[in-house]
């Protein structure tokens, strides 16, 4: 596996907190920062499980089903039972390695240098920044239990036609209530992306979003 949704990683990095799609994790950051210095920490020292403490599981799934790709089955499976523990540790090993071969920057030497907060569809998000060898805007929201970092108000900006493909299958495979759910959850994370990039990304880029989001939203 060679992540390229590190490439987008490489201009921005987006957390957020715990959503209807995903299950409450009780020991989430109860700030943005510690959200995003957290997944770093695990990321860059290869724990899974450490990672996916502070990211909801359909996102790590939908990520994996971008990248490999996975078929309708095996997507709706990861999606409801989760991957593999090696599965996962062998894409954030690759994707370490993509996002130092793209921005030229060692993940591990980011860190927190401060926040602003703004809110979505009624969910609160914080766009954080991140200093070290390089500079990277992270986006956070707070859920019930705290802060997990969203991967697709990070990425899905830069990923919205796989992204529009794989949600295209899935709906013409099922259209249940927890894909309804799911559905929703990806819109809002979505729309906290485009509101943060929305000065970053090119006319094509900006209109596939909004074709996307009217798909979820429908």
Known sequence: MKPAIALGLAMMIVAAGCGDASEPKSTAPQDPASAVGLWIEAVVSGDSAA????????????????????SVAETRRA?????SAATQAAYWTSFVQAFGDSAGV???????????KFAVDGRDFAEVTME????????????EEGW?????????????????DLVDALSRDANDEDLARLFGELATSL??????RSEELPPEFRSDLEALLQVLER
Do not use: C, F, H, K
Request: aromatic letters at 2%.
């Open 51 to 70: 990672v996916a403490a502070v990211v909801p599981d359909y996102q790590i799934a939908l990520l994996v089903a971008i990248e490999n790709p996975l």
């Open 79 to 83: 999606l409801s039972d989760g991957l």
């Open 106 to 116: 060692d993940l591990a030497s980011l860190e927190a240098a401060g926040s602003e």
């Open 132 to 143: 070290g060898e390089g500079r990277a805007a992270v986006v956070a929201t707070r859920g």
């Open 148 to 164: 997990l970092v969203d991967l697709m108000a990070t990425l899905g900006p830069t990923l919205v036609r796989p992204l529009r």
């Open 191 to 196: 729309r906290a992306g485009q509101q943060s």
